[in-house]
């Protein structure tokens, strides 16, 4: 809470670079910032980019070397990476890939002192731009946030490796980014610090409703242009809203119910294997209802997420009304000394969050059987980068 002494502040990437082809540039925008680049990146990954980041490299005259990513942003794979850095002498590490390779890069690249660089693979988290780290277990249960003194130098974000992804990727990435004004929204309510450590500024919390406001307007039309490679306007449009808005909103506008949901959900073994926008979404439904929303703004969202494909019931994410014990410990998960849903300008139990996350079931339900939407089914877990 504000003492006398609080300030406002927000914090961001020192450049952040979106655009079809942009990976190409990659070398241009990496010169200047080190001599000795460390590439980190899953072998699906450099499969598909290891190329053109490594001709990238060359045209600028800086030496390739790449380390495989282990898979699971875990702290000794932050400390391994670590050791690769102090072997290697490299001045600057570059996480090529999503929001997991992110994760333990930028965690590696503080811990040895070096400079860090996100060139995201997908747009289905808000992780490229931040100055922290999410560490998890190596059987994938959230463990800790990591912050660190400064964000990434440099963002690079190519717009046709999201068109090639699957659209689901996209999809999780507007799950991630619907949250960010929700929880700032709240954050700001409660005069609560933000994840840049302290109260949010203007700016911050007029980022994140930005990205509302673009996501809105563009999700559908992007998704669709996606299933079918294209990058258009939306496409532009909905990236910077999940990548560089959201990002920036959810850091320096703060973090509430949503994303502590998120990580209490990660304690149920039901939820692994499904991508962190999915798991915020239930995150984001269930704060609506904790806050007592007027019931026609929990219905558009009903709605507009399921029209996205994100899940917004129980099912979805392989839980059930019926799963007490897992439900309740989803609900102390999210509820213990110091996350972020604290933030929220009430105070919840866990008894109110095990009833609102059951109250979700009944009334996604209802919401899309009246809007004539296809009923809940659990989703398939894909092997995706689940931060
Ligand atoms: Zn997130």
């Keep these: 809470m504000a003492a006398s002494s609080a300030i406002r502040t927000i914090i961001s990437p020192g450049r952040y670079v979106q655009g079809k082809g942009a990976l190409s540039r990659l070398g241009e925008f990496l010169a ?24 990238s490299l060359r045209a600028a005259q800086l030496p390739v070397t790449r380390e495989r990513f282990g898979g699971i942003p875990t702290a000794a794979e932050v400390t391994r990476l670590v050791g690769v850095i102090d072997r290697t002498g490299a001045d600057v590490i570059v996480a090529l890939g999503g929001g997991s390779t992110m994760d333990a890069v930028k965690a590696a690249g503080f811990l040895a002192g070096i400079r860090w ?16 780290s999410v560490i998890y277990t190596a059987d994938g249960a959230f463990e800790e946030y990591r912050f660190f003194p400064k964000n990434p130098d440099l963002v690079l974000m190519d717009t046709q490796l999201v068109a090639d992804a699957p659209a689901a990727f996209l999809a999780a990435g507007v799950g991630d980014a619907l949250a960010t004004w929700l929880e700032a929204r709240a954050t700001r309510q409660a005069h609560a610090n ?20 673009v996501i809105w307007d563009n999700a559908l039309p992007a998704l669709d242009a996606v299933r079918d490679h294209q990058v258009t306007p939306a496409v532009e449009k909905l990236v910077e809203a999940n990548t560089l808005l959201s990002g920036l909103g959810f850091e320096s506008g703060g973090l509430a119910a949503a994303h502590a949901i998120h990580n209490g959900l990660t304690a149920a073994h039901q939820t692994h294997g499904l ?7 239930i995150g ?9 929303a007027p019931t026609q703004e929990i219905r558009d969202f009903i709605e507009f997420t399921t029209r996205v494909g994100l899940p917004n019931t129980l099912t979805e994410v392989g ?11 989803v609900a102390e998960a999210a509820t213990v000394q110091g996350e972020t849903i604290h933030n ?11 009833s609102a996350l059951k109250s979700i079931e009944r009334f996604s339900r209802t919401v899309r059987s009246e809007a004539h939407l296809p009923a809940p089914v659990q989703y398939v877990a894909h092997q995706v980068d689940t931060h």
């Design 32 to 55: 200047p910032l080190g001599k000795t680049p460390l590439l980190v990146s899953d072998d699906v990954v450099w499969g598909i980019l290891g190329q053109r980041a490594t001709d």
């Design 117 to 132: 660089v996100t060139v995201p693979s997908v747009a289905s988290t808000d992780a490229p731009t931040s100055a922290l």
């Design 194 to 213: 933000t994840m840049a450590g302290g109260l949010p500024t203007l700016a911050g919390t007029a980022l994140a409703e930005l990205s509302w406001g």
């Design 275 to 281: 991508a962190h926008g999915q798991k915020v979404n």
């Design 284 to 292: 984001s439904v269930t704060q609506l209802v904790l806050e007592g």
């Design 319 to 329: 839980l059930s009304v019926d799963d007490e014990d897992d439900l309740r410990r």
């Design 344 to 354: 929220m300008p009430f105070p919840i139990t866990p008894d109110e969050l095990v």
